[in-house]
T-cell receptor
Framework: DADVTQTPRNRITKTGKRIMLECSQTKGHDRMYWYRQDPGLGLRLIYYSFDVKDINKGEISDGYSVSRQAQAKFSLSLESAIPNQTALYFC?????????????FGSGTRLTVV | GESVGLHLPTLSVQEGDNSIINCAYSNSASDYFIWYKQESGKGPQFIIDIRSNMDKRQGQRVTVLLNKTVKHLSLQIAATQPGDSAVYFCAEKTGANSKLTFGKGITLSVRP
């Protein structure tokens, strides 16, 4: 099983719909992140959480919300999806002590909003 | 604002040659740097890292060089193979509670 699992892998949704992307990890890491990847723009941080009771906005949090249900689970919601939220979304985890592997990424969720 | 950037969007190399991928960073306070490889349809994978108190670190077929004077990071891949074809990202961290800031990525294409 993957260390960081994202579901679904692919999703097509309509404008205005609410959608949740889920992430779970078996790394035992305290810190979890949600990134968005667009062509030519690299990875941009949406939200991050340093522990279960800690939630922080990243550089592009508008239109998104998150929930840290447990140390191992961090979900991203789009309350009312819009076409420019079409992107590849990645969840990542890291150890608070910055172990030798930095972030561990999931395989991504490809979201298309039509 | 602070940013991490890459000099070239694409790099094409002949199989067997050495590859050098460059990255400029602008935050002189960054203390940790990582190179990631992203293959098509997959998430970024850790390749190698380096802390700011080092100027060189070697892994298996890869070497990372850090020049803090000019704020430059490079990834050298020896004897490039078709399996090295991917997008490569550099990333930097500033401070213990900081997040990683990623460059935009460069595509490495290996010619047979």
């Amino acid at each position: 099983d993957a260390d960081v699992t994202q579901t679904p892998r692919n999703r097509i949704t309509k404008t205005g719909k609410r959608i949740m992307l889920e992430c779970s990890q078996t790394k035992g890491h305290d810190r979890m992140y949600w990134y968005r990847q667009d062509p030519g723009l690299g990875l941009r941080l949406i939200y991050y959480s340093f522990d279960v009771k800690d939630i922080n906005k990243g550089e592009i949090s508008d239109g998104y919300s998150v929930s840290r249900q447990a140390q191992a689970k961090f979900s991203l919601s789009l309350e009312s999806a819009i076409p420019n939220q079409t992107a590849l979304y990645f969840c990542a985890t890291s150890d608070r002590h910055w172990g030798e592997d930095g972030y561990t990424f999931g395989s991504g969720t490809r979201l298309t909003v039509v | 604002g602070e940013s991490v950037g890459l000099h070239l969007p694409t790099l094409s190399v002949q199989e067997g040659d050495n590859s050098i991928i460059n990255c400029a960073y602008s935050n002189s306070a960054s203390d940790y740097f990582i190179w990631y490889k992203q293959e098509s349809g997959k998430g970024p994978q850790f390749i190698i890292d380096i802390r700011s108190n080092m100027d060189k670190r070697q892994g298996q077929r890869v070497t990372v060089l850090l020049n803090k004077t000019v704020k430059h990071l490079s990834l050298q891949i020896a004897a490039t193979q078709p399996g090295d074809s991917a997008v490569y990202f550099c990333a930097e961290k500033t401070g213990a509670n900081s997040k990683l800031t990623f460059g935009k990525g460069i595509t490495l294409s290996v010619r047979p």
